[in-house]
């Protein structure tokens, strides 16, 4: 079955700075990668997602790439916000409502 | 849009009684819901796949018979915790689908069972 190893399990940064989180993934077979955020006690919330037929896409100040050879994707959060301080997920699933493996999450804070 | 509605948020029960959650889409029809079990500073694990009018697939190691999932409609699926104990307190997660790729998730249900 799928494997999603994500990259770092926290992440500390300053305001104003750059965030990035990495996942690697290891069936080829996935072709849907999303990228969900967790607030304390509450479910997750998609903030973006990126298909295998893409290398990149970019929300405002979320952005996420992807390089299916390595099977490798990350997340990129530009001018964090301390609201942006929360549990990131990643995942990789087959798509058409097929299940979806999860990273282990990522604890970021943003210091104001 | 993509709304997922799940009831209650908090539940608190003593052990050996049965608790139930509900999740349901409020502007789509959910062809498939997932139920995911979540610990303190841990990721989603995979319960359950529910497809409407059909039983639903557990994952290994989930007891069926503990966890009844029912998925009546396009709209609503409930997940039963019968004879619930200490060690099924945990934070509880549904999400649907309409077909597609993209999950819409539920706002979760903690369960504490004394």
């Known amino acids: 079955g799928e494997n999603v190893e994500q990259h770092p399990s926290t992440l500390s940064v300053q305001e104003g700075d750059s965030a990035v989180i990495k996942c690697t993934y290891s069936?080829?077979?996935?072709?849907?990668f999303p990228w969900y955020k967790q607030e304390l006690g509450k479910g997750p919330q998609l903030i973006i997602d990126i298909r295998s037929n893409v290398g990149e896409k970019k929300d405002q100040r979320i952005a996420v790439t992807l390089n299916k050879t390595a099977k490798h994707f990350s997340l990129h959060i530009t001018e964090t916000q301390p609201e942006d301080s929360a549990v990131y997920f990643c995942?990789?699933?087959?798509?058409?409502?097929?299940?979806?493996?999860f990273g282990d999450g990522t604890t970021l804070t943003v210091k104001p | 849009g993509a709304v997922v509605s799940q009831h209650p948020s908090r539940v608190i029960c003593k052990s050996g009684t049965s608790v139930k959650i509900e999740c349901r889409s409020l502007?789509?029809?959910?062809?498939?819901m997932f139920w995911y079990r979540q610990f303190p500073k841990q990721s989603l694990m995979l319960m359950a796949t529910s497809n409407e009018g059909s039983k639903a697939t557990y994952e290994q190691g989930v007891e069926k018979d503990k966890f009844l999932i029912n998925h009546a409609s396009l709209t609503l699926s409930t997940l039963t915790v019968t004879s619930a104990h200490p060690e099924d307190s945990s934070f509880y997660i549904c999400s649907a689908t309409q077909g597609s790729e993209k999950l819409f998730f539920g706002s979760g249900t903690q369960l504490s069972v004394l």
């Open positions: 502007d789509f029809q959910a062809t498939t």
């Open positions: 995942a990789a699933s087959e798509g058409n409502a097929g299940k979806s493996t």
């Open positions: 069936d080829s077979a996935s072709n849907y």
